[in-house]
């Protein structure tokens, strides 16, 4: 009897033990690896269907540029007319560098005047076509590797570059991040439903406001992450708006079963006017 309620104790001890570690890890945890952990769950997969082929011809094309850790990165590239010293960094969803992210990206192009549009790629030509592969790739996802992307974009766009950010869903995630390693040189951060940095001190380093596009059935970028957004933010003393949808997460892309075009182009008007005021257009 002493040897099993030994043994039951033990288990106990380590059962407590492990969750203490669970605990502490997710603590330290970044919110790119918040984000990667979703991709796990079986119903945010299914959130997701395969996306729909986008019919339109390509206003720019695939470049490649030196990355901090001494490989290359990759991006879709749409130049101004003329020269310029700003830039927009596009960031993909969850699915990579996709024929959908490059028309965003013509889009913006097109409705901005005289900035350069740089689409990057976070996972090296990797395109994902089911949510079981979109979910590996996010998961997989290296966050030391994409930063290195990241500060080879900035490289490329150069010293006096100013630059501003967007993203959708993962994406959304990484135009924050973008936004705090372009340091002085951001002018603007967009954040569709994306995961926010949760460290006050990095917050503190923001070189702007940010607009957070919000879907309020979002089970995952959720009420609560919305609000400790908001609070970090303002201990951090920066401005952020929060333009909130009846809507679902991932509901401005045409290939969600919960698109919603009405939410979409409320956005997408909040945006662009944001947008061309950051870049004084």
Not at 76 to 101: M, S
Not at 193 to 208: A, C, F, H, I, T
Not at 252 to 263: G, K, L
Request: aromatic share 10%; glycine share 6%.
């Amino acid at each position: 009897m002493k040897k099993i309620l030994l043994a039951v104790f033990s288990l106990m001890i380590s059962s407590k033990s492990d969750a203490q570690t669970t605990q502490q890890c997710c603590k330290s945890q970044s919110a790119v690896t918040d984000f990667a952990l979703l991709a796990r769950d079986s119903h945010f997969r299914s959130m997701h269907e395969v996306p729909k082929p986008a019919d339109y011809a390509p206003a720019g094309s695939m470049i490649t540029f030196p990355t901090t850790d001494g490989k290359s990165g990759n991006a879709y590239y749409v130049a101004a007319k003329k020269p310029t010293r700003d830039f927009l960094f596009v960031f993909h969803e969850w699915w990579g560098l996709n024929d959908w992210i490059k028309k965003e990206a013509d889009m913006y192009a097109d409705s901005i005047a005289g900035i350069n549009i740089i689409a990057l790629d976070l996972f090296d030509g990797q395109v994902a076509t089911t949510p079981d592969a979109a979910g590996k790739l996010t998961e997989s996802n290296d966050e030391s590797r994409s930063k290195a992307i990241i500060k080879g974009a900035i490289d490329f766009a150069g010293k006096d570059a100013r630059i501003a950010t967007i993203g959708w869903c993962f994406g959304g995630g990484w135009s924050m991040q973008a936004a705090l390693l372009a340091g002085d040189q951001e002018i603007g951060c967009v954040m569709y439903y994306g995961m926010p940095e949760r460290d006050v001190n990095k917050l503190k380093s923001l070189n702007s406001d940010v607009l957070f596009i919000w879907a309020k059935k979002d089970q995952w970028i959720n009420e609560k992450v919305k609000i400790d957004f908001i609070r970090d933010m303002g201990e951090a003393g920066k401005n952020i708006t929060i333009k909130e949808y009846d809507a679902d997460h991932a509901f401005a892309n045409p290939s969600n079963p919960d698109f919603n075009s009405m939410a979409t182009a409320d956005a997408k008007k909040h945006t662009l006017v944001y947008l061309r005021k950051v870049f004084g257009k």
